[in-house]
Every structure is written in structure tokens, then in C-alpha cells.
């Protein structure tokens, strides 16, 4: 039987509760979940996977690209902290389904994608949602958006060979930044950043995970979506 958002949640507590010792925690914050809960998932996956929306893995969305697993956004939102009134930049819009839910977590989401399709296609998807608080362009995120800097928040939905020193710089000092580190399909780890107040970082190892790699090129044609 297809599962579902129900049991996407339910699945994700589960997760949550069989890394507990990884995480931290033996639960992630209800606000988080809230937001899990009020996103459809099945707007951001292609129609030939409709049936799979939602199960807690990861799905193709074209460009060998994928959506996150549901547990990792989760996870990824909730070790973020963000307020009301914040701003987060995201890299790696993919889908735009991450974007859709810290979008209900703080003031505003900017978010870069190098693939232009795939962010116009979620600039679509998520204006046909009504989500009017992210902001999508087509770049190179190992740029950051230099434009709309500092960010309270830094979500990185790719893998990176490093933590690329534009991003840490346009992390405002206090902010958090989540990011996976580790070479291509191979042991990569997520890791928590912290800036303190004086600028020093703080990084932590949170748990093994497997992304996409976070490719440092220009893409072909860059142009601000929205
Ligand atoms: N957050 C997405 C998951 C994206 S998968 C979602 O919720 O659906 C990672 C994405 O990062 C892919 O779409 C990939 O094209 C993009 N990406 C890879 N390298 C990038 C780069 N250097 N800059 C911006 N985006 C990049």
C-alpha cells in the first residue's frame, strides 16, 4: 500500500529515534515537524513517482539530481534553529521542497540551484503553492549570494569537498550552517557549523550521509529566476 504523509512522519520519528545517539536527541523540535507536515512532498516529486512520495528516501527529479530523503530534511531543518525572523540561504534548490519548508520556519529563503531547469521548475511548483518568501537563482553555491548577506542560517543540500570560504563569510556571526562534507558518493559526513559572536567557528560531526556532490562550475547559463 502506498504510505502516506502520515507515515512519512511516522517514519521520520522512527529515524529520529534510531539516531538518537548521532543526533543528540530523541526527538526533533515540533515546530519542525509542524513544517514537515504542512508541505506537500508530492508536488516536488515527478508524476511517475507519485506512488513513492512519500516513503522516507530520496527520489530522482531529473538531471541526476534528487529530493532529499524526508528524515535528512528534517534533520538538516531542525539542527539549523531557525526563528521567525530570520533569513537562510540554501544551496542546492533542487526540487525546491527543503526550500518550501524552512520557508515556513523563518521571514525569508534565498536559494541557489546551478541547474536552471530545476530552478525554474521549482520557482513554478512553489508559486503555485502560494509560498511567497523565497527567493530562487540559478548559480554557483559555492558562491553563496553575496547580495543578500549576512544569513542567520546556511543550508548546504549537496556534498561539498570543503566548506567553501564564501559561505562561511556571508554567515552572520551567532548564525548556524549545516552542510555535508566529503568526496563524491562516497563517506561524507553532515556537519554542524557554528559562528560565535567574535567570528571563531565551531564544527561538529553529526552523522554519515550520502548526497550528490555540491559541483564547483559556473553553470551554463546564469540568470536570477525570481
Ligand atoms: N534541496 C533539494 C535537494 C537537492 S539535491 C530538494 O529539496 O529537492 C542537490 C542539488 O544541488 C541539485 O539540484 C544540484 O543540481 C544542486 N547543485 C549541485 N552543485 C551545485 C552548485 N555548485 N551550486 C548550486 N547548486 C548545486
Redesign the pocket.
Known amino acids: 500500500m502506498q504510505n502516506t504523509l502520515n507515515d512519512m512522519l511516522a517514519d521520520i520519528e522512527a529515524e529520529v529515534r534510531f539516531t538518537r545517539e548521532a543526533i543528540g536527541k530523541e526527538a526533533l523540535a515540533a515546530k519542525v515537524m509542524d513544517a514537515m507536515a504542512t508541505v506537500p512532498r508530492a508536488a516536488?516529486v515527478p508524476p511517475e513517482l507519485q506512488a513513492e512520495a512519500y516513503d522516507n528516501g530520496p527520489l530522482p527529479?531529473g538531471?541526476g539530481?534528487?529530493?532529499?530523503q524526508p528524515y535528512i530534511?528534517a534533520l538538516m531543518t531542525d539542527l539549523l534553529q531557525t526563528c521567525a525572523d530570520q533569513r537562510i540561504l540554501?544551496?542546492?534548490?533542487?526540487?525546491?521542497?527543503?526550500?518550501a519548508v524552512l520557508s515556513l520556519l523563518c521571514k525569508q529563503v534565498y536559494t541557489?540551484?546551478?541547474?536552471a531547469e530545476?530552478s525554474h521548475n521549482a520557482a513554478a511548483c512553489l508559486k503555485q503553492l502560494g509560498f511567497n518568501n523565497i527567493h530562487l537563482r540559478v548559480?554557483?553555491?559555492?558562491d553563496g549570494w553575496p547580495e543578500h548577506a549576512p544569513y542567520d542560517g546556511i543550508l548546504v543540500?549537496?556534498a561539498a569537498s570543503h566548506i567553501p570560504p564564501a559561505l562561511l563569510e556571508q554567515l552572520r556571526p551567532g548564525g548556524r550552517m549545516v552542510i555535508p562534507v566529503g568526496p563524491a558518493y562516497s563517506a561524507q559526513q553532515l556537519l554542524l557549523l557554528e559562528k560565535d559572536a567574535q567570528g571563531q567557528t565551531r564544527t561538529q560531526d553529526i552523522l554519515a550521509v550520502a548526497?550528490?556532490?555540491?559541483?564547483?562550475?559556473q553553470p551554463a547559463e546564469a540568470q536570477t529566476a525570481r
Open positions: 516536488f527529479i538531471h539530481q534528487t529530493i532529499s530534511v540554501e544551496i542546492g534548490t533542487g526540487s525546491g521542497y527543503q526550500s541557489v540551484e546551478r541547474v530545476l548559480g554557483n553555491g559555492y543540500t549537496a548526497f550528490v556532490p555540491l559541483r564547483d562550475e
